[in-house]
T-cell receptor
Framework: GDSVTQMEGPVTLSEEAFLTINCTYT??????LFWYVQYPGEGLQLLLK?????DKGSNKGFEATYRKETTSFHLEKGSVQVSDSAVYFC????????????FGSGTRLLVRP | EAGVVQSPRYKIIEKKQPVAFWCNPI?????LYWYLQNLGQGPELLIR????????DSQLPKDRFSAERLKGVDSTLKIQPAELGDSAVYLC?????????????FGQGTRLTVV
């Protein structure tokens, strides 16, 4: 079945450092890909998405490119801030799975001042 | 615009007791989801509703879990009887329509502790 694999955390960075959180997926069809973020004490929020190969999703300085050849959707940000500290979830959705969101296990990011 | 509202935020119960969670989706969203999130893991779908119809409940443990969505708006998820392993966060989400892709909006969740 479909699945999502993320790098394990926590990821600890200093403010203004470059961020990469790796995400790879397995899907039977042609999925849409998502990054959700969960700030402390809050619900999951959609951060960005991409629906087809080579699409780049972007929001709040974060970017991720849909790479079909490597089945990856890595999250990047050029300069992280303390306020980016949160748990980040990679997810996919496709018709073969009735469009339900299938999540990775999450990666906790801690940014130190 | 109000987001997805869940209550209670926290619940502590003894094992074998019943518990219920309530969800009010975003107005106009006809699709509603209940997800289970265990500690350190990503959410997993329990059940999905299209209006009042449960269209995907394959992951719902039907021996002890039940859900309803009367009138296609609010929803209730129930566990009876609760077991220690049910301790987790229960998330509700809603979206405007099914199909591909659609953005799901999540509530803050109900953290259940079974002692």
């Amino acid at each position: 079945g479909d699945s999502v694999t993320q790098m394990e955390g926590p990821v600890t960075l200093s403010e203004e450092a470059f961020l990469t959180i790796n995400c790879t997926y397995t899907a039977t069809g042609y999925p849409s890909l998502f990054w959700y973020v969960q700030y402390p004490g809050e619900g999951l929020q959609l951060l960005l998405k991409a629906t087809k190969a080579d699409d780049k999703g972007s929001n709040k300085g974060f970017e991720a490119t849909y790479r079909k050849e490597t089945t990856s959707f890595h999250l990047e940000k050029g300069s992280v801030q303390v306020s980016d500290s949160a748990v980040y979830f990679c997810a996919l959705s496709e018709r073969d799975s009735s469009y339900k969101l299938i999540f990775g296990s999450g990666t906790r990011l801690l940014v130190r001042p | 615009e109000a987001g997805v509202v869940q209550s209670p935020r926290y619940k502590i119960i003894e094992k074998k007791q019943p518990v219920a969670f309530w969800c009010n989706p975003i107005s106009g969203h006809n699709t509603l989801y209940w997800y289970l999130q265990n500690l350190g893991q990503g959410p997993e779908l329990l059940i999905r509703y299209e209006n009042e119809e449960a269209v995907d409940d394959s992951q719902l443990p039907k021996d002890r879990f039940s859900a309803e969505r009367l009138k296609g708006v609010d929803s209730t998820l129930k566990i009876q009887p609760a077991e220690l392993g049910d301790s987790a966060v229960y998330l509700c989400a809603s979206s405007q329509s099914t199909g591909h892709p659609t953005e799901a909006f999540f509530g803050q969740g109900t953290r259940l502790t079974v002692v």
